[in-house]
């Protein structure tokens, strides 16, 4: 069965598409050379709330300028998306939209007795009334777990609303228990996406570059001007008609594989965009062979290696004085998989030795194929093995027991929620919001000037270890992380 | 208007299993949760900043996956009991389904009486999100609570045993923002008359011993538009103890004097042992600070030359409409207009409401909507206009109209995004002090 069939309705999910994991302890050497010869995944004992899929294909769709969204079930399935609408609208000015208009958010609140009868027609309708009210120009219907187990056609009931309609209505099928990954939930807004938005090119335009990220801060567009290109932003802060013709772009990029792995092989398997063989550029040797993938998929090796070396000129003095400020300190990294292997390749090329990771899931091969995108790889090549390299499925006892083992001298993060537990530890901790923050020479020097800052400003994290309350038993602390984990102590 | 069960832009409420966070509201409760994977994430997201002791990624979840829609959750379910008691060091432990578990019908009432025969103080309750809303759920957990963990403590805590003591049911935990700082001062206010109060939420609460002892207290008070009532309901039903209702929140002077007042002459039909004398004078000192501010205030009010708001449009649940639209008209003169109760109230109490919200004054009628689409309520205020600076109270979904409008804003409703709130209350004669702090601040710093 092909891995990308855009004639389904519904996205294959992480773990059967591409054989992703969420439990896993050991180092991160030993899980990159199990990945190449076929991970099986570990079941855990007991476990805490995760996120689900839904939320996930909401960030994907509310960003987008022009679109409406309806999530179809329970009014609580819609409850966080009001968080999306305070992100458009105050990162908007990193992206340059001056008028960001109110987020259209919807929830078809299925009741009992939609339960029991079911909910097309009240689907259907709240289209329609969506459409009127908003005259979007598309309509992003989202699935839940409610809507998914009572079986309502939520693709006919799209289907027969698009030809209604005449906009796109795009069915995304993102139950949360249908798939234990959640970023299954990003593939599935793709899918849906790649399905009813993405045109057929119609020609191939040299000086534009898909870039498939969140709300980060546009970095792309200097990166890119000296190829001659600009970026063309997938999906946050899009529009209906410049997702259309993302299909025409010379080749697609990445802020974060397991955000785009899904879309970038869409767009080069089904429309014939080129996603460049390289992983994010985190890390100098990362950056330099980022820019040369760049320069060889667009025919400029040349000026790649122009804007390496200037670049280099520019940076390596500050990186090399800041390395020499960190080596020899300790950092533990939690973050989803692709952006937690970035963290760890900076704190590799900053001299700050990893201790440790506690990685949400991990995906052994992403959708291209392409051994050149494996980040982890990449890190243990550059910069060595991590030891106590957790895939931690995001539970928080198996983090707070890691962590406080551990005792790094920092602790990165990537995620709301996951600093407070370093911070009642009294570990220094920093969270940054923007994926493209770390990227690149210049991303080092940001990014270790935040580390140095965190360091040295610790007196806060020092006094809330004094007084900070802890729900886990003394028994819990004292067992091994991965004591419930599938061939772990208690399981 | 009205259609319960219609489509909600910006929702202002979670589903049942919103109530989770009445759980995480009791100190040392953990809630655990038998529900798909993004059921703890989406109230957290809903509410923020509301983990509490063992809420958001800490509390325990089945995480149900294809395997338990298709073949049931409850051996999991078991499992992830069994090892809650390993992990988390907690004193009250409350069960709560989602809608995976209510389709496929999962038999949670037996499983943690399992658990319960074995001496756990643990309850369950069903809480799908398509059964209810989180305002209407509250109820069902807390009356769970009362008769899985509650009534295993009636040998020691005798009915109505204590004549001063009183059971508060008033402020949802975390749907109203304001809660923990309400729930002290009603405490406080109610210590000022000589009564003892268990508020049940939150610090100033006794935890896990203080519901033990619900069935000793001599009468309840419920301080409620409607959410809530099942509760006092029940409680009089099971342990025979009068309540008496306030409908709405008390804030500032007039709705304080009239709250205490109620509270004091029920106390005393009641059979309570306090000191009238010295309540009233408690009572009357309240009154006399509160004035105090507003003396000093009043020529602010009536003299800034730059421009204050002169009307307002309130888009909350019912308790804080009629309630500020009372306070604002009355004590800081500013004049409410179309209003806007966007809790999802049910038909049956919704005539009590606009006659409690009528009685605000003889000289004028205030439209009122009952609009749980508040994109709907949105609409509306788009299309009114009123002579004036307006002033827009609401969530944080209300942010975006008041600019369009060029009206002033105050966040005081969840879900809020641009306000942080602790342990600020609006209850009481000091919360109608904060009221007005709050929104001058607002309007002041418009001026640069």
């Known amino acids: 069965m092909p891995k990308i069939n855009l004639s389904l309705p519904a996205v294959q999910i992480r773990e059967i598409r591409i054989n992703s994991i969420t439990g896993y302890q050991g180092n991160a050497e030993e899980l990159v050379s199990a990945s190449a010869c076929g991970l099986k995944d570990k079941n855990r004992s007991f476990s805490q709330c995760l996120g689900c899929a839904t939320s996930k294909a909401a960030c994907m769709t509310i960003l987008i300028q022009d679109g409406a969204v309806i999530s179809h079930g329970p009014v609580g399935c819609a409850s966080c998306l009001h968080e999306f609408a305070f992100t458009y609208r105050v990162n908007s000015p990193l992206r340059g939209v001056d008028n960001p208009t109110q987020r259209k958010i919807y929830s078809t609140n299925l009741q009992e007795k939609d339960t029991v009868y079911g909910g097309n027609v009240k689907l259907a309708n709240s289209i329609r009334e969506v459409s009127e009210r908003t005259g979007a120009n598309a309509i992003f219907v989202l699935t839940t777990c409610a809507a998914g187990i009572i079986g309502d056609d939520v693709e006919s009931v799209c289907d027969e609303a698009e030809e209604e309609l005449g906009i796109p209505v795009v069915a995304i099928f993102c139950e949360g228990f249908r798939s234990k990954v959640w970023t299954t939930g990003f593939d599935a807004a793709y899918h849906g996406i790649a399905r009813k938005l993405i045109a057929k090119p119609r020609e191939r335009r040299a000086d534009v570059i898909n870039i498939i990220n969140f709300w980060g801060s546009d970095v792309f567009k200097d990166w890119f001007a000296p190829f001659g290109a600009a970026p063309n932003y997938i999906t946050p802060y899009s529009t209906v008609n410049s997702l259309k013709y993302s299909s025409e772009a010379v080749a697609t990029v990445q802020a974060c594989s397991t955000l785009g792995s899904y879309l970038g092989a869409v767009l080069e398997q089904e429309f014939g965009v080129p996603e460049i063989p390289s992983a994010p550029p985190y890390g100098i040797a990362q950056t330099d062979r980022w820019f040369r993938a760049l320069g060889k998929t667009l025919g400029k090796e040349e000026i790649a290696e122009h804007v390496i070396a200037e670049k280099k000129a520019e940076f390596l003095p500050k990186i090399d004085a800041l390395r020499k400020k960190l080596t020899g300190k300790t950092a533990y990294v939690t973050a989803g998989a692709a952006h937690g292997h970035a963290l760890l390749d900076i704190l590799g090329e900053l001299g700050i030795s990893a201790s440790g990771a506690a990685i949400f899931h991990h995906d052994p091969l992403y959708d291209s194929g392409r051994a050149e995108n494996d980040q982890l790889a990449q890190r243990v090549g550059d910069y060595g093995n991590v030891p106590n390299f957790n895939v931690c499925n995001k539970q928080e006892f198996e983090l707070v027991n890691a962590l406080n083992k551990i005792r790094p001298d920092i602790l990165l993060a990537r995620h709301g929620g996951m600093t407070l537990w370093g911070a009642k530890l009294g570990i220094p901790s920093l969270l940054i919001g923007d994926e493209h923050y770390g990227m690149g020479y210049e991303g080092l020097v940001g990014y270790g000037g935040r580390i140095l800052e965190t360091l040295e400003n610790n007196e806060f994290v020092k006094n809330l270890e004094k007084h900070a309350v802890n729900p886990y038993t003394k028994w819990w602390l004292e067992q091994e992380p991965h004591y419930f984990l599938q061939g772990g102590a208690g399981k | ?448």
């Not at chain 2, 006399?288 to 730059?306: K, Q």
Request: net charge negative; charged share 20%.
């Open chain 2, 1 to 448: 208007m009205n259609q319960i069960g219609g489509i909600i832009e910006q929702g202002r409420y979670t589903c049942a299993i919103g109530a989770l966070q009445s759980v995480v509201a009791i100190p040392k409760a953990v809630p655990i949760l038998h529900s798909g994977p993004g059921c703890g994430d989406m109230i957290q997201g809903f509410f923020e900043r509301s983990t509490g002791y063992a809420g958001g990624s800490t509390s325990p979840c089945t995480n149900f996956s294809e395997k338990e829609v298709v073949f049931g959750g409850i051996d999991r379910l078991r499992q992830i009991i069994r090892n809650t008691y390993k992990v988390l060091d907690t004193e009250l432990q409350v069960v709560l389904t989602g809608c995976t578990a209510g389709i496929v019908g999962d038999d949670v009432d037996s499983l943690v009486q399992e658990f319960a025969d074995e001496g756990k103080p643990i309850v369950s309750v069903e809480t799908a999100g398509f059964k209810a809303t989180n305002f209407e759920s509250h109820s069902l957990v807390v009356n769970a609570i009362i008769d899985q963990y509650v009534s295993l403590f009636e040998d020691a805590n005798e009915p109505k045993a204590d004549k001063n003591t009183v059971n508060l049911l008033a402020s949802l935990p975390y749907q109203d923002p304001f809660w923990k700082g309400n729930l002290f001062e009603y405490k406080r206010l109610l210590a000022g008359l000589g009564l003892k109060a268990n508020v049940l939420f939150g610090p100033e609460s006794g935890g896990v011993k203080e519901w033990q002892c619900i069935p000793r207290a001599s009468f309840n008070i419920l301080v409620s538009p409607w959410y809530g009532k099942p509760i006092a309901d029940h409680l009089k039903q099971k342990y025979g103890q009068d309540y008496t209702w306030f409908p709405h929140i008390p804030i500032g002077a007039n709705e304080t004097e009239a709250f205490l007042n109620q509270a004091l002459q029920f106390a005393l039909t009641q059979g309570a042992e306090i000191d009238e004398a010295k309540a009233k004078a408690f009572i009357k000192h309240g009154t006399d600070a509160y004035y105090e501010e507003i003396d000093n205030l009043a020529t602010f009010l009536l003299e800034f030359r730059y421009g204050l708001p002169n009307h307002t449009h309130i888009l909350h649940d019912a308790g804080y409409v009629v309630a500020l639209s009372k306070f604002l008209l009355h004590e800081v003169g500013i004049v409410p207009k179309e209003q806007f109760v966007t809790d999802g109230t049910p038909k049956k109490y919704q005539e009590a409401i606009r006659a409690d919200l009528a009685g605000t004054s003889d000289k004028r009628e205030i439209p009122l909507y009952f609009e749980p689409d508040a994109g709907k309520a949105q609409e509306i205020i788009r299309g009114v206009s009123h002579s004036g600076r307006g002033l827009i109270i609401g969530s944080g979904w209300d942010k975006e109209l008041a600019r369009e409008k060029d009206y002033d804003f105050l966040s005081a409703a969840v879900p809020t995004p641009y306000r942080l709130v602790m342990t600020t209350n609006y209850a009481g004669f000091t919360g109608g002090l904060r009221v007005i702090e709050d929104i001058y601040h607002q309007v002041l710093d418009t001026y640069r």
